[in-house]
């Protein structure tokens, strides 16, 4: 049965003269069409998670094809029963990821888009090593079989992990992945200036592979940066591959501890969960700060006050043209 919401998921390296004038157009377009999430704006172009009706997600997209700068966007079109978020964020940042490598220019040069079909027939291959270029929180809880992950708490970590890569896997052909491609867009451009020559990339991450190959031997689920959290993509050969952090049992609830001031994201297993009262350990347990616990392990920031429209130059009204 269909579902009433959308939750979308895109981006687009594509230039904006004046990332701050677009943020307010872009903003006011959101609201207009109540769309809440998150949206990054920048120089180098735009990146956004966002959910709503599928009747204003269907507007959304269109205004976004109809300006040529982002006629390109690949969106990844999820359904859900609720939005995914409770409020709406339009920022603007120096990337629309950040990374640190602010002098590639993904439009200039990148690793070769495979599409899903494409990267499930040669990911298995002896010439090839599958990259995961994501944060150990996000592969801790899912990641493709055999990948080769990083030991990295961020994503701008990751250049200093390519000089190790090159002594191990310089003549391989490298496959990179993530979420939904916008870091293998830098990462594997990256790899190519450091002198990998056979560069890769899944066009569309793991939730386009999810939806078009069936997420085969992705193990474990999706972290997703909306309330979801964590995700199925794996509808063929479906594992679980976390630990709970208490009790090391295979659990791929991912919750934060309910201790503020450590907030750690991991995996706990529901029994741990209400054995610990949400909190990773003893010491965050006995907090004084603890937040009371509800069972799922996530704490929405509090919305008393929230005004979306909050730190606007201009208040005039705009139509869906950006």
């Not at 793991?206 to 794996?234: H, L, P, S, T, W």
Request: proline residues 4%; glycine residues 6%; aromatic residues 10%.
């Amino acid at each position: 049965m269909s579902k009433p919401y959308n939750i979308l998921l895109y981006y687009c390296y594509s230039p904006i003269a004046d990332p701050e004038t677009f943020r307010e157009e872009h903003h006011l377009l959101c609201l207009e069409l109540n769309m809440l999430g998150r949206i990054i704006v920048s120089n180098e172009g735009l990146n956004g998670t966002v959910s709503g009706s599928k009747e204003n997600c269907e507007k959304y997209m269109q205004a976004l094809k109809s300006d040529p700068r982002f006629a390109k966007i690949d969106f990844k079109v999820d359904e859900s029963d609720i939005h995914a978020f409770t409020k709406l964020h339009v920022r603007t940042k120096t990337e629309i990821v950040h990374s640190g490598m602010l002098h590639i220019d993904p439009n200039a040069s990148t690793g070769v888009h495979l599409s899903p079909k494409e990267f499930k027939d040669m990911k298995d291959r002896e010439d090839v090593v599958v990259l995961d270029v994501r944060s150990d929180y996000e592969h801790s809880v899912g990641r493709f079989k055999n990948a080769v992950t990083l030991d990295i708490e961020n994503f701008r970590e990751f250049p200093e992990k390519v000089e190790e890569l090159k002594e191990k896997y310089k003549d391989k052909k490298i496959l990179t992945y993530c979420t939904g491609g916008i870091k293998c867009e830098k990462a594997s451009a990256f790899l190519l200036e450091k002198g990998f020559e056979n560069v890769y990339q899944l066009h569309g991450g793991i939730i386009k592979y999810g939806m078009e190959a069936g997420g085969e031997d992705f193990e474990g689920k999706c972290y997703v940066f909306d309330n979801r959290i964590a995700v199925d993509v794996n509808h063929v050969n479906p594992t679980v591959v976390s630990e709970c952090h208490i009790c090391s049992t295979k659990s791929d609830r991912m919750v934060n501890c309910a201790n503020p001031s450590c907030n750690l994201h991991v995996p706990i297993c529901e029994k741990c969960g209400w054995e610990m009262d949400g909190a990773c350990s003893t010491e965050c347990k006995e907090h004084p700060e603890k937040r009371p616990y509800d069972g799922t392990g996530y704490y929405q920031k509090a919305t008393n006050g929230y005004n979306p429209l909050k730190g606007f130059n201009r208040r005039k009204n705009t139509d869906v043209q950006l």
